[in-house]
């Protein structure tokens, strides 16, 4: 009985392995990705970046440069976020449980958050592409309508949680719907609300850099040029430069939200 | 329980309030309070600053605005294909599709050593913190930058794509992992250590059964994010599939229709995705 | 003595299958305490959200006040009657995060247009009302301290102190010291005791204990599956009306079959 329970779960692992296995080798034979490349190329990479992939003196010529676009890619990232945010709390009110209007509105709030959400940056700086040419006002857009998505979506979930109970006890004292939102459901969701705006403008900075590449803005435009041009000093300064500021910005984060609680 | 009637406190005693001069204060400013409105208020400050120094090069908002509006017209309502088939399409999916495949495995794997190695239960303060100090540097880096570091050694194409993909796969996984991890029962290890199980019997034989499904669920949502991920590489750092024909589409035959096609299919896939990771994270929930 | 509320033929039905309940008929005098006791998932939640419309009805009428509940279609005339039935809760269901003022004075907010209530303002006349209140719950001290750095117990008079601001008629509580220790919760029963005596505030109140409920009540109203099953005096309560609204619910039965008979009599 014993081993025969053993062994069914054994063959249950066993089967599920095997499924894995074959999706690998099914997938990398789709995209041609060979694993011995894969191997090699690391330390490959390793050395080249050793050899390669550090500011030198020259560069650092080319830093007020960098600074200048890495300040418009933080002000487009804090941007679109704390604008998308507000935007987002009125989807989120319209489509959470707990504050619905009424359940037409809610669907329909819910779909349109989620049809933002599932589009991918990327796709909506291509199409912005369009309209705002080269300017900040593409970047601008593709972060603001990502960050409305996901926002509205954490949004919703945070009210979810952590307001129902209270909202039954306001209506029950005959309060109206704004003085519910303003008085309750806000006071108290807002640190959470903060707390993802934060990180939406983390995620943001990562996500600037894409879309700038795509689209010929921003520190990602400084990037490309650099890397185009193989300068990869230049190049390496770009990205140590993005990476502080995200590391930076993090700790921000993390002691606001230390305090807000 | 016993209870018996008793005079409780008069309710409508006459007493005088303490706050009887002026206008009494509703609230009382507190730390978290403060912070919460400074940070507010700084954000609101930024978004400003950004409104007023954006390169707008010369381009018109309202207009801007409006044609955006009508290409998303273009694209919602009269998608079509001109440079490929419904078929080559869904090829193309596939590419993309297996990039997410591949990155989310490979993190997969080197995240389940990783968070071993980060869960604070399993390991030593000092390991773990610098393990989930290397996977935070490692995040700061953005994926395509990954990608497009890699490629110059590579070239171009899925493997590049695929290990600098791997990165974040492997920071955000070694993070749901080790604590997943963390959150088994401190007694549980003790007792099985007190069996005199070694290391890797507790990590097989406890440890991971218990956070089996937890694991999963994670991967999966990592799985959904990597598509999106993969997309995007397509577009970007020439990693190919679905992604790169939208690049295509936009950047070099400005064809919104085919980009409609394109937007539909991803948006499918996307939706998905999410449906089958909210299924997998209730049914692990429950 | 008038009668303040009456159910009649009230029956509410969850989705196509859930009867939560049947057909009930009660009616509540002006400035009675009464009890209403059951098993858990026999109605007894449900019953008191009818009467303010958290819930509706499904059929029958709830008189309140003279009006029929559940004509009212207007969301303004819901909310100005809401204002004169005041809630309180198992779990206090407070803004952990605001004081103890503040929370108080939400019971306030329905007198408010839209504006004046998302912003929060209310006049110094309220606000001194609010302290009074405040006071005579003893909660002098924490005015200005948040709520998540109260007891249970201190919650649960934030609770009745945000109900009381509201002014009302009556006062509906569900299980209001279910989450509490047995001092904290001797503690709120004098004080509803006493609001009710006071203040002549008809108070409806949940209650899973049926010792609590035979020591404060004026009158008990016994449900079970939905049905009104008693409905008289704590002193009439016999073993086989227990049985009859406890059911076969061994735990119920366990802990509660000996008591009444002592308990009876010291009343
Ligand atoms: N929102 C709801 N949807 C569906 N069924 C419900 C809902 N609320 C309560 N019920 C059901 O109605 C019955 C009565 O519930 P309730 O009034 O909460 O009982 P009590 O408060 O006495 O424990 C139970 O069977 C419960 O499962
Ligand atoms: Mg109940």
């Not at chain 1, 779960?9 to 995209?31: D, E, P, Q």
């Not at chain 1, 200048?68 to 987002?88: C, D, G, H, P, R």
């Not at chain 1, 509105?105 to 779909?111: D, G, H, K, P, Q």
């Not at chain 2, 034989?205 to 999963?216: D, E, F, G, K, M």
């Amino acid at each position: 009985m014993r081993s025969n329970f053993l062994m069914k779960k054994r063959l249950y692992s066993g089967g599920i392995l095997l499924v894995l296995v074959l999706l690998a080798f099914g997938a990398a034979s789709m995209t041609e990705f060979s694993l011995a490349k894969c191997f090699s190329s690391i330390p490959k990479a390793i050395v080249w970046s050793l050899g390669n992939f550090y500011p030198v003196a020259d560069s650092f010529a080319k830093l007020p440069d960098i600074l200048a676009k890495l300040q418009e890619t933080l002000l487009i990232s804090i941007a679109s976020a704390s604008v998308a945010a507000i935007f987002a709390l009125v989807f989120a009110l319209i489509g959470s449980r707990v504050t619905k209007i009424n359940n037409f509105l809610a669907t329909l709030s819910r779909l349109i958050a989620n049809i933002f959400r599932n589009i991918d940056v990327s796709i909506w700086a291509l199409v912005l592409l369009f309209s705002f040419g080269q300017s900040s006002l593409t970047g601008y857009f593709a972060l603001f309508v990502a960050s409305f998505g996901f926002l509205t979506r954490a949004f919703m979930e945070t009210i979810d949680e952590v307001g129902a109970d209270t909202v039954e006890a306001l209506r029950a004292t005959g309060a109206n719907f704004f003085s519910i939102v303003f008085q309750a459901v806000i006071p108290m969701s807002v640190s959470q609300l903060i707390s993802w705006v934060l990180f939406m403008i983390e995620t943001n900075i990562r996500a600037a850099t894409l879309v700038g590449i795509l689209t010929g803005s921003g520190i990602g435009f400084v990037f490309d040029l650099y890397y185009k041009k193989m300068d990869y000093h230049s190049a390496s300064l770009v990205v140590l430069s993005i990476v502080l500021s995200i590391l930076l910005i993090e700790q921000i984060s993390n002691y606001v939200r230390r305090v807000m609680l | 329980m016993a209870m018996t009637k008793t005079a409780g406190p008069v309710l409508t005693n006459g007493g005088v309030p303490p706050f009887q001069e002026g206008r009494i204060k509703i609230r009382v400013l507190s730390k978290a309070n403060i912070a919460i409105r400074l940070t507010m208020l700084i954000l609101a400050v930024l978004t400003i600053v950004g409104f007023a120094t954006f390169n707008y090069q010369g381009v018109h908002l309202l207009k801007g605005l409006m044609s955006t509006l009508a290409n998303f017209k273009t694209i919602f309502f009269q998608p079509q294909f001109a440079h490929f088939t419904l078929l080559e399409a869904i090829y193309q999916l596939f590419i993309t599709l297996s990039l997410g495949v591949l990155t989310t495995l490979i993190g997969a794997i080197i995240a389940l050593f990783l968070g071993m190695l980060a869960a604070e239960n399993l390991s030593n303060k000092t390991v773990s913190n610098s393990i989930k100090g290397f996977v935070a540097v490692i995040r700061a880096v953005p994926t395509v930058l990954w990608v497009l570091i890699f490629a110059v050694s590579a070239g171009l194409g899925s493997v590049a794509a695929v290990i600098g993909m791997s990165f974040h796969s492997i920071s955000y996984l070694t993070k749901a992992y080790s604590e997943s991890f963390e959150e088994l029962n401190q007694g549980t290890i003790e007792a099985l250590e007190g069996c005199g199980a070694s290391w890797w019997q507790i990590v097989c034989q406890a440890v991971l059964p218990s956070s089996l499904t937890s694991l999963i669920s994670w991967t999966f949502i990592r799985f959904e994010i990597n598509f999106g991920v993969s997309v995007a590489m397509g577009a970007a750092a020439g990693a190919g599939g679905i992604g790169y024909d939208m690049f295509m589409d936009s950047a070099f035959y400005y064809n919104l229709h085919e980009m409609g096609v394109i937007t539909y299919l991803i948006l499918i896939v996307a939706m998905l995705l999410e449906f089958m990771s909210i299924k997998i994270k209730n049914k692990v929930r429950a | 003595m008038t009668t303040l509320l009456q159910f009649k033929n009230v029956s509410k039905q969850y989705g196509n299958s859930t009867v939560a309940l049947s057909d009930v008929n009660f009616s509540v005098n002006e400035g009675e305490l009464v009890s209403i006791i059951g098993p858990s998932g026999a109605g007894k939640s449900t019953l008191l959200r009818c009467i303010n419309r958290l819930i509706d009805a499904t059929s029958g009428e709830i008189i309140f006040d003279g009006a029929d509940m559940l004509k009212i279609n207007k969301k303004h005339d819901l909310r100005a009657l809401r204002t004169k039935i005041g809630m309180i809760f198992q779990n206090y269901n407070l803004v952990e995060r605001l004081s103890v003022f503040e929370n108080v004075l939400h019971g306030r907010l329905g007198y408010k247009s839209a504006l004046v209530g998302a912003l929060g303002l209310y006049n110094e006349n309220e606000k001194k009302q609010a302290i009074k209140i405040i006071q005579s719950l003893g909660l002098n001290e924490q005015v200005y301290k948040r709520c998540d750095q109260l007891s249970g117990g201190q919650k649960q008079r934030v609770g009745i102190a945000r109900a009381l601001v509201q002014e009302p008629r009556v006062l509906l509580a569900d299980e209001p010291i279910a989450s509490l220790d047995p001092n904290s919760s001797k503690v709120i029963m004098d004080h509803l005791k006493n609001i009710c005596t006071t203040l002549g505030i008809t108070v409806l109140v949940n209650l899973h204990q049926l010792d609590v409920a035979l020591n404060y009540s004026d009158r008990i109203i016994g449900i079970s599956g939905g049905r009104v099953v008693y409905d008289g005096l704590p002193a009439n309560l016999t073993d086989e009306d227990i049985r009859r609204i406890y059911g076969s619910d061994p735990e119920a039965l366990n802990l509660i079959i000996q008591k009444p008979k002592e308990v009876a009599q010291k009343i």
